[in-house]
């Protein structure tokens, strides 16, 4: 949970940037094209934004980093953005949700991708699809999008064509990809637990099955928004989205309900892996007990006898036999070979 | 739980105090404003209150203090308040909940925040929103919408040009957000839990666990009937809302849901911590076990072995052995030796 | 279960009491009122009824014990109450529910009010509701509606003024207000409860948890039938309930849910009082185990060196050095404070 | 699960029989009633239903045995039958269902009956109600629907007067009773249960409980289809049904909701037995365990002490002392007092 | 899960085929009939479809082996398919469903059959079904439709003089068919594990019965989307369905609907077989710990007696009396006799 309580006190609506700083300055980049032009540069301040807004073709502005509130502020005011989405932009712990302001549709998605730590990390996309422009806010720079600015370098290829809402189902589309990356590396560490689980099952491994799971509980968390996100814009009959784009939408939908199957059975996994190492445990503890009553069944009895000829009583007629000891050591291991007997028929040798 | 039963066998509609009284007297605070002008001023009986109730702008009373059953019957009678309604702000075991009376809308929250002792405190706010007033009644005097009062004595900012349905907003914002601070205080102690537990897992931390999960069901069981409050207000079609500010009461809603994501994050943050302290607690009986085991196995067959060439049988060639005492004891490390690498075989040392 | 099965293989609407009869004679009371005047008196047989029911002013017939099948069928031709309302007053093994028969509306609720015998008892109370007429059968004669009885007596307040719904309102608000003094009881047993927990965790205690939680599960069980039938009459459009009462059904079905969520919070608090309870039987066992391997790790090693120079060997050296024995005793003192000093350092001491 | 594999590779409407045979040949029995009169006979073939298929008055034909695959195929042809209902009335793993076809409707239904071998026994019964016809199919001859024919025999009542639909609604009514007393049975041995557990903690006992809850999950299953089931022809506005009659399946349906309910709080009194069954295990396990600390720990220092003056060193001047002996047992005694003294105070004896 | 990486980067429709290849090359078989005619040939290139396209007669084209890219593209063109459907159709992982897309239906099923290494296998079948003509796409060549095939060739029987989608009903139902095997099997498995588990609960066991929980889960994942898919076929209005066929549809949905319930109920039966199991293991620990016990309790006080009689004191009177051994014995016996009567008053022998 990031500090949420510093905006404690103040109104809705009031700007103040919640999350971690990744980049010195913002870097805005702008792409404009229709079919038979591209134009790519980065701009430097806010009012040159002013004047790139009205000119023909598509419009999209990427900005990268999120610490300058007075750059996003004049930005909201460029392309008529409502006080509360500029909040929620800078606000980094928004759940994945979509939200049709009429003249725009408001988008947030959380951009997972594997960390060096061994967890993944989360970053928020936030995306604002408008008549002819798309802007995107990451809170820093990433080769997420590098491709699709590719296939737009490309003059061939449907996105040049199609309009501003291909583009934002292009963006969103490689977000959602990022979780089958995330999902791949989880599940080849399930596959290495489970069979480190059956040779040896260490403290350690429940306590990377809890990790697993708490990162699962994680994603799955960001992904049931994430769904109803995506769905309100399949579903949507807002004039943003042409409606023979709305099946490029469902597909996105599609792939979300794949990964939440992934992530639920990957839970049910690690939920059946726990079951299985706690049973080992026990079963270790079984293990153990059982040496312990072997030991200790066969060698009371012998000790007692041995004790017994140890008593110093005048009148011990045994002590006098001259078979005696080799006597006693018969009766011993007659008695130690019984018990070995019965431990077999328990099963427990 | 409050005590009910108090009112057994009561009819419906009777005026009865349920709760705790903080306050000697209740205090009444009128705040009257327009964009022009601002008034405040404390008073002193509900008399007074009928004259202010048909001035023009703005509104605002709020009541610190319930336990006046007679002065809440006024009011009630002033601003045309149904008697259930006063029931309901009189007894302080309400779940939050909003309601449409046409005339007005009745809300009740709780405010929560941290205590002394530990745990979070419960209070309970009713709000009734009507043409130009809001009424606040609390349980006792507090400094929570103080920042309200300051926003409202500066000239600029919306909240002075907008309608009474704004401030209203603005109230249950305000109580909203301290549920931010409660939380973060509980993700602090669940942290410091994690840490401690892997550390030391004694039975103080199970009773931490424990009493951290019932205040998450507690925080739970207000949050859920919270947010279907607020989205009634949300999609609501009442008049005394203005259609623009709906948005406000959407942006409530989504930091309800954000607080009932991180308090199921936290129940499942800690069902996995009771998960591992219960699993680490077995652990240890396995390595007492352990202990026991090696200590018994490999001492009681030397014991016996002892026993043995203790006995007092008269014809025991090996007692006569010069070397007999040295050859048993090089017998007795053998055997040990073999035990401690049986359980080196067994990875119990 | 109360044994339904010797109605298996009758009709539907045969009549058969189902369940314990408490009372020889069943009693019928008859109160008739208006604005102006009130009457109250006792029947003695149905005919008296007939005549009864066709006087202007509200009339309210109380039947105390259902035995008497003949009486119930005779009650039921006067009133036009269908066959199989009659069977389900009959039978009181009911689920509590609401059914809206045109001329009439049939409600069945569950009394429950505490027992000597520490858990509580349900009797089963039907309410017809009719055009100026509510019908009340009880299994027995209870002071439940006395307070009722005494509000009609006083000529001021509402109840006088109001239709037969209204009266119906109170007979059901009444009985769910008996909800609040049964789970105040609970509330004390599941204190009492936790504070013996923590001192001494007996196995009777884990009995009583199971019992309480029996106990919220039979009272849950009749909740949510409950809900769903004053749900229905509140959402009902039926003329037999004047508008404006709608909310008078409205305030009692809030009361149920606010029942139920304190019978949830104590169920959960049950679950977390049986999880504390195990651990520490399992924490019990750990401490026993570690006693156990404390003295025998202690003196097992001792024991054995004691064994070794109580052998009978004839050369053995040591036990001709004058300071063999005070030598050997603090070997065995040395080796008992290192053992001491090992489990200090495992903290088991 | 009946061998629904044999059916794998033939198209839809294959009439091939599923499920035990129980009787030799398929017994039909027909039943002709109108107000006035009743006409009661066996038919042998398939053919004299044809002929009696159109005469005036209701008629119930009853199937006992569905083994003849060509009978049925007959009878579907007399009656106009759908292929697909055939194949489901022969395959008897169906689950509950009801299926609207307009000219007809049919109904499958679990007859459940207690069994000699502890559990109960599902048979399989379908309905089809058509216009002035009833079929119901069997799998082996019962005495079921016994007391219905013993009712239409009866001149008065309200069964012959009525039409198909409630000769129908008798026979469901007849089925769903067994029911309740398969249920009472189940009840009883629960009690039975609940005693002995307390008593003696068998494994045995725990097998009873895993067959009694599977015996529960089975029923189950077939109670909630069932309750759509009827759900369905109660909400019907099939012109089969009189609205009038309504009414009578919703009481049906009131009876599965009971019995659900019973299976559900049975299941709850399950979980619980089984949680108070493993808990007084590991109370029996803490007790052994108590058993043995409590002797190892008085036993091994005295007879470390015994050991010591066991031992053959030369220089031992406490054997020496003439109260040396009595002294040293004098001292056992007062360990083995202190020791005992030490477990009361831990509450261990 | 299959490699749904890479096909990070691209964009959507791009045509990537991500699964197993089985059969070098892709095998196209054509079906033409109708009432009169068959016409059954091997195609080897997609040009040769174009021309099949259009003639009179219902088309179907079974495709094995999905790996040529460019072959689907060209069937795709052909038959007019949206690029989304051929990119599904070539990424095995897709979840069963169905999509009307107007001119055709889309629809994508799992193909469950059982393997030689105890676990079943899932195959993905995509059926398009359009006005005349019906595409099945399989990921190796399988017998699975020759029953159909069979049929087909047949003059007499319904499926010739269909439509169809009679035809892609029946190429449904031999898969959804599948299942019924595969759940035999497993019944067995389960079956099997029942008995074994009484007699002998090894850790093999527990694995066998997790194992089988894990391939229930992945089947239920794959059937409640199956369920939906015909769910939406049944329930369609689309003109390629015609009316009267739409029962068929049920008919499968019914299948499906018995389906989930059985492995539902196997998953209860595991659950419950898991208690058991894990029952079993505990009380097995404590019988090996009431071995433990009754040695140890026996023999402790034994041992000390002979302990104390063995030592070397000068001056104890016991050791000179005649009779002293024989009494010590006596007494060893009393004690050993008296341990066994406890043990069975405590019921542990």
């Known amino acids: 949970m990031k500090k949420r309580s510093k905006k404690v006190g103040l109104g809705p609506g009031s700007l103040v940037h919640i999350g971690n700083t990744y980049v010195e300055n913002s870097k805005i980049t702008l792409v404009r094209y229709d079919e038979d032009s591209l134009v790519e540069k980065e701009i430097k301040s806010a009012a040159d934004l002013r004047e790139e807004k009205d000119r023909p073709g598509i419009l999209w502005i990427n900005i990268d980093g999120l610490q ?23 606000s980094t712990d928004q759940r994945p949700r979509a939200e049709d302001y009429n003249d725009y549709i408001f988008i947030v998605l959380k951009h997972i991708h594997n960390h060096v730590d061994q967890s993944f990390h989360a970053e928020q996309i936030s995306i604002v699809l408008g008549k002819n422009f798309v802007l995107s806010f990451q809170e820093k720079e990433a080769a997420l999008f590098d491709p699709i600015r590719e296939r737009l370098r490309s003059v061939k290829g449907r996105i040049r064509k199609a309009g501003a809402d291909y583009l934002a189902h292009h963006l969103m589309d490689s977000i959602v990809d990022q979780y089958f990356v995330v999902l791949e590396d989880i599940e080849e560490k399930i596959e290495q637990l489970d069979n480190d689980l059956v040779r040896d099952p260490t403290p350690a491994r429940l306590h990377t099955i809890h990790q697993l799971k708490r990162e699962l509980i994680v ?47 990957f839970r049910e996994m690690l939920a059946s892996m726990l079951d299985i190492y706690l ?3 026990s079963m270790k503890l079984n293990e153990i007990m059982k040496v312990l009553t072997i030991i200790a069944t066969i060698f009371m009895p012998l000790t007692f006898l041995a004790g017994v000829y140890g008593m110093n009583f005048k009148y011990m007629p045994e ?17 130690a070979l019984g018990m070995i007997l019965f431990f077999r028929r328990k099963k427990w040798i």
Not at 70 to 88: S, T, V
Not at 237 to 260: N, V
Not at 319 to 335: D, K
């Open 68 to 90: 300058d509130v007075h750059l996003l502020e004049e930005i909201g005011m460029i392309f008529g953005l409502h006080p509360l989405i500029l909040e929620d932009i800078l």
């Open 319 to 335: 002590l006098e036999w001259p078979w005696g000891y080799f006597g006693i050591l018969t009766v011993m291991l007659v008695i």
């Open 279 to 281: 049973s080992s445990v």
């Open 219 to 265: 994603l799955r968390k960001s992904l049931w928004p994430l769904r109803d996100a995506i769905g309100l814009l399949q579903r949507s009959d807002s004039p943003l989205i042409i409606d023979s784009d709305l099946i490029y939408f469902k597909d996105i939908s599609d792939h979300i309900i794949a990964i939440i199957d992934t992530v639920d059975t």
